[in-house]
């Protein structure tokens, strides 16, 4: 099975912008979608398909990709935006999916 | 409007099995594939299982593999999660979500959820 590595946490001022990093070999030949999840709710979908929003989603998020690995940008970052943050994409075999380990976002 | 909702959970002994069903309307909800993903208390997402639109094709985590099985009645609009053997790593939030994918692209993602059922495994 495959792995995506995530940092566990990071902090960024009130209007400031942060970057959330996803490692992991399965994004080379796969796609990322990334989830929003505050306390006591379900995840809400940001970006899916590496670098689209849906929509709803605000356009301060984006995302990117390069190898391995995937990116979450917040630009500009609301107290609203305080959350943990989650990338996906299916695993090296294909079939199956994998979530990274999370990223809790703190907004100063 | 799309809808999941999740019954089912509750407190289980250890070793006995659980279904758990999810609910869907407000779309054709024989038209998608649909996934389980489970979240430990305090812990991350865990993805479990996917069932294809017809139910033809099933895959799951590693982890549960032989212990879960799931399925689907489109006639009902419902999905289900059978879990067996139960033990207390099993103690999560349950989730089911719909899969919307892009095939000519290879893009899929998980675009709705529910609001999940907690399950409890303890003596």
């Known amino acids: 099975s495959s792995e995506l590595t995530q940092d566990p946490a990071v902090s960024v001022a009130l209007g400031h912008t942060v970057r959330i990093t996803c490692q992991g070999d399965s994004l080379r030949g796969y796609y990322a979608s990334w989830y929003q999840q505050k306390p006591g709710q379900a995840p809400v979908l940001v970006i899916y398909g590496n670098n689209n929003r849906p929509s709803g989603i605000p356009d301060r998020f984006s995302g990117s990709t390069s190898g391995s690995t995937a990116s979450l940008s917040i630009t500009g970052a609301q107290a609203e935006d305080e959350a943990d943050y989650y990338c996906n994409s299916r695993d090296n075999s294909g079939n199956l999916y994998v979530f990274g380990t999370g990223t809790k976002v703190t907004v100063l | 409007q799309v809808q999941l909702v999740e019954s089912g959970g509750g407190v289980v002994q250890p070793g006995r099995s659980l279904r758990l069903s999810c609910a869907a309307s407000g779309f054709t909800f024989s038209t998608y594939a649909m996934h389980w993903v489970r979240q430990a208390p305090g812990k991350g997402l865990e993805w479990l299982a996917i069932?294809?639109?017809?139910?033809?094709?099933?895959y799951f985590a590693d982890s549960v593999k032989g212990r879960i099985t799931i399925s689907r009645d489109n006639s009902k609009n419902a999905l289900y999660l059978q879990m067996n053997s139960l033990r207390a790593e099993d103690t999560a939030v349950y989730y089911c979500a719909r899969d919307q994918s892009w095939l000519a692209l290879g893009i899929d993602y998980f675009d709705y959820w529910g609001q999940g059922t907690l399950v409890t495994v303890s003596s």
């Open positions: 069932i294809s639109y017809d139910g033809s094709n099933k």
